[in-house]
């Protein structure tokens, strides 16, 4: 942090502006990793002070110009040097993280999110459901961003949200009361669909952990931070996907759909089931691995043993 001279920062540094220029500069500097809502040290700094200062990050340029006080420009030091001492993601230094435009709380009980899903949620699944779902189910739920943002974009479903970590369903409720979704978003420990009852869903979306367990240890320091029960997929990445397939249909209703996430583990689930006719998705906005099944593609597969459990 020589470079960056803390010291001077908070004597020198006045205004919003002055932080923001030099935090950039900061992070510029730094040996940093990016991925967890920002891919660039501006936006990194952005989302670092404004909710530090309690401001949203859509705010006029003409802020920049306002002074702070001393113990402002202190707090806006700290999380700097933690952000580059500790290389711990911002979203965990101010407890903030936005997913589809919509702000959740976050902490280190839970991953940030950042799944690719966010682009078809916002656009309803269009081209994948025929209706708007009644029932939606999100599996894995984590943080409850997918769950509760399915929630806001079709108001009249209700979302059950399962997760097998009691850490991130507390976070979950957290983000559900925040939005006052406690009628239409139901957490729900269970691993995977083990303790849960069943019940025919529209729409089930996963966003399961398929990280290989080598490759958890080659990760930017900045994903230590985060659980590696959020990561840990087995071997290839793929062990617990295998379960989700050969359990999901029974809860589909007859023209129920799953849409999965298995991101960099595409390649090896292709591979080892080069028969399956996985809907792969193009996103407009960068990411892939995701695909959508119909039901009846699941039961299909099942009946001809296609798919391989690992």
Not at 90 to 116: H, M, Q
Not at 124 to 140: A, Q
Request: charged share 20%; net charge negative; proline share 5%.
């Amino acid at each position: 942090m020589k470079k960056c001279m803390l010291n001077e920062a908070v004597n020198d540094l006045r205004t919003i502006g002055d932080m923001l220029r030099w935090s950039v500069s900061c992070f510029a500097a730094a040996d940093l990793h990016y991925g967890h809502g920002t891919d660039n040290p501006w936006d990194e700094a952005i989302q670092l002070i404004f909710p530090t200062l309690y401001l949203p990050l859509e705010i006029s340029d003409i802020v920049f110009s306002a002074r702070l006080t001393y113990s402002e420009r202190q707090s806006i030091v700290d999380r700097v040097e933690h952000r580059i001492n500790d290389h711990i993601p911002v979203a965990y230094l101010t407890n903030k993280a936005w997913f589809c435009g919509y702000e959740f709380y976050v902490d280190e009980r839970v991953l940030i999110p950042r799944s690719p899903i966010a682009e078809l949620i916002t656009q309803k699944f269009s081209g994948i459901l025929n209706k708007e779902p009644e029932c939606v189910l999100d599996m894995c739920t984590g943080s409850g961003c997918i769950a509760i943002v399915c929630a806001l974009v079709f108001p009249h479903a209700t979302v059950d949200a399962v997760d097998i970590s009691r850490d991130a369903l507390a976070v979950a409720n957290k983000n559900i009361d925040m939005y006052d979704l406690k009628k239409r978003v139901t957490p729900i420990y269970s691993d995977l669909f083990d303790e849960l009852p069943i019940k025919q869903y529209d729409l089930i979306v996963t966003n399961p952990p398929y990280v290989d367990v080598d490759i958890i240890k080659e990760l930017p320091k900045e994903y230590h931070h985060e659980p590696i029960l959020g990561f840990l997929g087995g071997d290839h990445g793929l062990t617990l996907l295998f379960r989700i397939l050969n359990n999901v249909a029974q809860y589909l209703n007859i023209n129920g759909i799953l849409v999965c996430e298995v991101g960099n583990s595409m390649n090896a689930l292709i591979t080892s089931n080069p028969d399956i006719p996985f809907n792969w998705i193009e996103l407009d906005n960068g990411g892939g691995g995701v695909f959508f099944l119909t039901r009846n593609q699941i039961i299909n597969m099942k009946n001809k043993e296609k798919i391989i459990e690992n």
